[in-house]
């Protein structure tokens, strides 16, 4: 029984010894985008059945509406926008839409080079 309090004990301590970063990547969109809409059609449907999209679930902001709890690095001139956030501050973006084959490669890389994120397969590669 003492085993059991004290590991318990320890596990609390490791679980509230840090926060958990989870990322988040806010789509910045506006109506009549036609580059939102071709995203729309190629990559949304597939984004959250996708390991990035569960690793950065996708958060759509309208860019005559940021949200006050974005913490952004500069301002956002055109959409769509792809920002990678982690507890609500930009960490990176993309600026545009470059087409379904070159998105995934795109995303990938921001995410390997500023995040946790391993591709699947990589684990241990390091």
Request: proline share 7%; charged share 25%; glycine share 8%.
């Given at each position: 029984?003492?085993?059991?309090?004290?590991?318990?004990?320890?596990?609390?301590?490791?679980?509230?010894?840090?926060?958990?970063?989870?990322?988040?990547?806010?789509?910045?969109?506006?109506?009549?985008?036609?580059?939102?809409?071709?995203?729309?059609?190629?990559?949304?449907?597939?984004y959250p059945?996708?390991?990035?999209?569960?690793?950065?679930?996708?958060?759509?902001?309208?860019?005559?509406?940021?949200?006050?709890?974005?913490?952004?690095?500069?301002?956002?001139?055109?959409?769509?926008?792809?920002?990678?956030?982690?507890?609500?501050?930009?960490?990176?973006?993309?600026?545009?839409?470059?087409?379904?084959?070159?998105?995934?490669?795109?995303?990938?890389?921001?995410?390997?080079?500023?995040?946790?994120?391993a591709p699947?397969?990589t684990e241990?590669?390091?």
């Amino acid at each position: 029984m003492f085993r059991a309090k004290v590991f318990g004990g320890v596990l609390a301590a490791l679980l509230m010894a840090g926060p958990a970063l989870a990322a988040e990547l806010v789509m910045v969109e506006q109506v009549g985008c036609a580059w939102c809409a071709r995203w729309n059609d190629e990559i949304a449907p597939a984004y959250p059945k996708t390991d990035e999209g569960r690793f950065a679930p996708l958060r759509r902001v309208d860019l005559r509406r940021m949200p006050e709890d974005l913490e952004i690095a500069r301002r956002v001139t055109f959409t769509p926008t792809f920002l990678l956030v982690e507890e609500g501050k930009e960490i990176a973006r993309m600026e545009g839409y470059p087409g379904e084959d070159f998105f995934w490669p795109l995303l990938e890389k921001m995410l390997v080079e500023h995040t946790r994120y391993a591709p699947a397969g990589t684990e241990g590669n390091g």
